[in-house]
């Protein structure tokens, strides 16, 4: 198999993007991204650009040895995965093994934020979080935080692994080592903000609709391709900003 290294640094003037929107054209997207989409495209919303580290959160979730427990039942259930049911702001903290932090808002009742405070989560089974089903997922990195997915036969075959929209972004850190892929997105997948580091024995991000890339910095080491984006309709792009 062919092996591509890819190390890819941004530091993207966001302000460039007004209320950090990008606005499409033939002139800065290349021909296949303009063949792709038409007229004015919003590649990120308000959301995928927010801060709620500051928030006080709806619930929290605390990480030690091999459970997790949420503050708040109505939102969600504690253990050996710690699952999400409602939208909100979720603070996460502490180390765990074997722990995977799972979203499933079947009502995709709107933004779910995870932030990532310190954490450090390392998993031989499953990825170390999980969106099943969501509106919208953005993992907020605060501090330094580190996922460690070591399972090469899982058919969850990312660090985080999402089936819908997921976004990374925050003013901290984001380190993921995995057997497999780092992060897999079933639809988009955006990074606004955070130092991301991955090293993975696949794909550094995978998505199937598009990667989008429109802050923070990134540094990818793989065995494979660094970013990847294959969708079966054949519409799937790449977009970064400045």
Known sequence: MKKRILALCLAAVIFLFAVGCGKGSSSNTGSVLADIVSG???????????DVSGETPNATITLSGSEGTISDTTRGSSGETVTITAKGIYRITGSSENVTITVNDSKESGNIYLVLD???MKNSSAPCIVVEAADKVIVQC?????????????ELDGAIYSSDDITVNGSGSLVISSALHGIVGKDDVKITGAAISLNTSSIGIKANDSVRIGGGELNIVSSHDGIQVDSDEGTGYFYMSD
């Open 40 to 50: 004015d495209v919003e590649y990120f919303s308000d959301g995928d650009f927010k």
């Open 118 to 120: 310190g954490v450090t």
């Open 142 to 154: 605060v501090g330094d935080n580190s996922l460690t997915y070591t399972s090469t036969s899982s």
